[in-house]
């Protein structure tokens, strides 16, 4: 029986150790995932809670680097929606052609 017993010990241990591994790629992705809007938010000017500094940006600066980000969307929204229709219309006309065979 203590041999049963020590598979099953075994076999929690993996268990516990596995879902540790697990916890730890969560918190690192977490933690990245923070990183990047830190620094995604940094180059706004946008100030961190509590600090008083602006890093040399205004908020003026930062709605102007918005607009400029928005306008760049907009554009490529735009050529998107062309892309789509065109797609569109060659598939319609791939639909309307007979089957031919270039054996």
């Known amino acids: 029986m203590s041999r049963a017993g020590g598979i099953t010990n075994a076999v929690n241990v993996g268990i516990a150790v596995q ?44 709605k102007s680097k918005l607009a400029a980000l928005n306008e760049k969307l907009d554009i490529l929204e735009h050529r998107l929606e062309v892309l789509e229709v065109q797609l569109w219309k060659l598939f319609v006309a791939f639909a309307h052609q007979p089957d031919y065979c270039y054996c």
């Open 19 to 62: 879902a540790d591994w697990e916890n730890r790629e969560f918190i690192s992705n977490i933690s990245l995932n923070v990183r990047r809007l830190f620094e995604f938010l940094l180059q706004f000017g946008i100030p961190l809670s509590g600090s008083n500094q602006s890093n040399g940006f205004s908020e003026a600066t930062t």
